[in-house]
C-alpha cells in the first residue's frame, strides 16, 4: 500500500472538477491528481485550474504531433479496451479526421498518457466512458498494469454512481456489500416511484419552451460563441483534434445549421404517428448521436439506420416496427435517410413530442441498443432485446440478441412471452442497483449538495478500500463490443 494512495482522474472538465473532485478532495483522506480533458492547452487555463495538482494533455496547442505508429497501437488492444479503429469511430471529432491524422492523435495521447502515469504513480485512475481520451486511458492504464475505473451514473433512480472495470456498463463492479434488506427497499421505491411516474428519465423530460425571454438570456452565450469559432478557425490545424468542424470557422457552421434547417423540415414533411396505435407493433427508440451509450458501448449496432433494417427483416408481417425518433435528436437525419427508412416493409417512424412510456407500455416488444428504453422495459416487464451489452439483461424479461441469424426466431419467442412475476423484477432489480453509491445527477448544470459530495467520499474511500484489498481491477468483468 501506497504512503498516500493517490486516485487520478483522467477527462473531467472545470465544472466537473469545481463541483465535484475538488470538494471531495478537502474531505477525503485520498490524495487526487486531475488530468484535464485534451482541450485544455496551458496558454487557455482558465485561473481556477492554474493549480499544481491539475495537469494539462498537451504543453501547447501548436504542439506537433508525432508521425502515426500503429504497430503501437496495436499493441495497446487487449480484452476490456475498445479496438483502437474502435476509438476512432466513436469519437464525435476524432472520427471526422483522415485516417493518419486520427492515429497521430491516438499516438500521442497514447504516448502522454503513459508519461503521465509514470510521473504521477497514480494508485487508481479514475474517468468517464465518452471520448478518445476515457478509451485511451483505458487502454494505456491496462497495457501498464495500472487499476483503472470508469463512473456510471443511475438513470432510474436519478442521483447515484458505480464504478466499473472497463467502458462497458455492465462491467460495473460491486466494491461495497449492502444488506439485502437495504436492497430490496431502495429496489421497491424505486420501482413504485417508476411505476406511479413520479421518476422520469431526464432523457424524456420535455426540453423547456423557449419563448422571447429565453432566447435573450441565451443572447450573451451565442454571441461568445461566434467570436470563438471566428477565433479558433484560425488554429483549425491545432484545433482539429478536439474541436467539431462546426467550430472551426464560420462557413462550416452555416453549413451545418442550414443541413439541420433542412433535415428538420424534412422530418416536418413525413407522415408521422403522432399517437400510439393499438396495433401490434415492436418499438424501437432512436439514439441521440454521437452520444457513448451507443458510439462507445455498443460500437457495432451504431448504425441505426441498418438496426432498423435488421428488424425489418426480421419481424413477422403482422406486426409493425415503431422507431421513435428522440426528441434532441430531431435534426439528424436528411431527407433521403428518412425515406430510406419509411421505405423498409413495417417501419413507422413515430414522431419525438409522443409519450416513450406509453409506446413502451403498449408494445408487444422493446428492442433497444442500449439506454433507458430498455431499463424502462424492463421495469415494466415488457419483453425486450437488448443489442448491446448491458446490466440491464439482468431482468427476466430481458433476453441478449445472440448471433444475428438467429434473431427473427428470438423476435417470434419473445413477442409470445408471458410477463415475469413483480417479485422476479425486483430481485433483478436488488441486482441491478448493488454497484451504486448516493451521489448526484450527473447534470453538470445542476449545482451539487454537501450531502451529495458526503455520498462521492464513501464511494471513494469504498474504491480506495477495494483496491488496496488487491482486487484485479485491471481485468475487465465484460467485453467491450456490442
Known amino acids: 500500500m501506497k504512503p498516500n494512495f493517490r486516485i487520478v482522474t483522467m477527462g473531467y472538465g472545470q465544472r466537473v472538477l469545481e463541483r ?66 474502435n476509438i476512432v469511430l466513436s469519437d464525435r471529432v476524432v472520427s471526422k479526421l483522415a485516417e493518419h491524422d486520427a492515429l497521430s492523435y491516438l499516438t500521442f495521447l497514447g504516448r502522454r498518457f503513459a508519461e503521465l502515469f509514470e510521473r504521477l504513480d497514480p494508485s487508481v485512475v479514475v474517468t468517464g466512458t465518452d471520448g478518445v481520451h476515457s478509451c485511451m486511458a483505458f487502454a494505456v492504464a491496462r497495457s501498464l498494469g495500472i487499476p483503472i475505473f470508469s463512473i456510471f451514473f443511475s438513470v432510474i433512480p436519478t442521483g447515484m454512481m458505480s464504478f466499473g472495470t472497463g467502458v462497458l456498463p455492465s462491467s460495473r463492479v460491486v466494491i461495497r456489500e449492502q444488506t439485502p434488506s437495504e436492497l430490496r427497499r431502495l429496489a421497491v421505491e424505486s420501482l413504485e416511484e417508476f411505476e406511479s411516474g413520479k421518476t422520469k428519465a431526464y432523457a424524456y423530460i420535455p426540453p423547456k419552451p423557449r419563448g422571447l425571454e429565453r432566447h435573450v438570456r441565451e443572447l450573451p452565450r451565442r454571441l461568445g460563441k461566434v467570436a470563438s469559432t471566428i477565433k479558433r478557425g484560425r488554429d483549425r490545424a491545432y484545433w482539429q483534434y478536439t474541436e467539431k468542424k462546426t467550430s472551426l470557422g464560420v462557413v462550416n457552421a452555416i453549413r451545418f445549421l442550414r443541413q439541420r434547417h433542412l433535415n428538420r423540415r424534412a422530418l416536418g414533411e413525413m407522415q408521422l404517428e403522432t399517437s400510439v396505435p393499438s396495433d401490434k407493433f415492436v418499438a424501437f427508440g432512436f439514439h441521440f448521436q454521437p452520444e457513448s451509450s451507443i458510439d462507445v458501448w455498443a460500437p457495432f449496432f451504431s448504425d441505426q439506420q441498418w438496426v432498423v433494417n435488421l428488424l425489418s427483416r426480421s419481424v413477422p408481417p403482422d406486426v409493425n416496427i415503431l422507431a421513435k425518433v428522440h426528441k434532441s435528436d430531431i435534426s439528424s437525419r436528411s431527407r433521403a435517410q428518412l425515406q430510406y427508412l419509411v421505405s423498409l416493409p413495417g417501419v413507422r417512424i413515430v414522431a419525438p413530442h409522443v409519450d416513450s412510456r406509453a409506446l413502451i407500455e403498449r408494445a408487444k416488444l422493446v428492442v433497444a441498443i442500449q439506454g433507458t428504453v430498455g431499463l424502462e422495459a424492463a421495469l415494466l416487464g415488457k419483453p ?58 450527473n447534470v453538470w448544470s445542476r449545482s451539487v449538495s454537501d450531502a451529495q459530495i458526503d455520498g462521492y467520499r464513501g464511494a471513494f474511500a469504498a474504491l480506495r478500500e477495494y483496491v488496496n484489498e488487491g482486487a484485479n481491477a485491471s481485468t475487465a468483468e465484460g467485453s467491450y463490443g456490442g
Open 20 to 85: 465535484v473532485f475538488f470538494r471531495v478532495a478537502q474531505v477525503d483522506d485520498s490524495d487526487y491528481q486531475y488530468v484535464l480533458p485534451p482541450d485544455y492547452v496551458p496558454e487557455n487555463l482558465p485561473e481556477a485550474l492554474r493549480r499544481a495538482d491539475v495537469h494539462c494533455v498537451r504543453t501547447s496547442l501548436r504542439e506537433t504531433m508525432p508521425d502515426p505508429d500503429p504497430a503501437y497501437l496495436a499493441s495497446l488492444e487487449r480484452p476490456g479496451v475498445p479496438t483502437i479503429r
Open 384 to 441: 425486450t432485446i437488448m443489442l448491446g451489452s448491458s446490466p440491464v439483461c439482468e431482468f427476466p424479461s430481458v433476453s441478449e440478441v445472440g448471433t444475428l441469424r438467429e434473431l427473427p426466431t428470438l423476435v417470434r419467442s419473445k413477442l409470445n412471452e408471458a410477463q415475469p412475476e413483480r417479485d422476479e423484477i425486483v430481485e433483478a432489480y436488488m441486482r441491478f442497483l448493488a454497484p451504486y453509491f448516493s451521489a448526484s445527477h
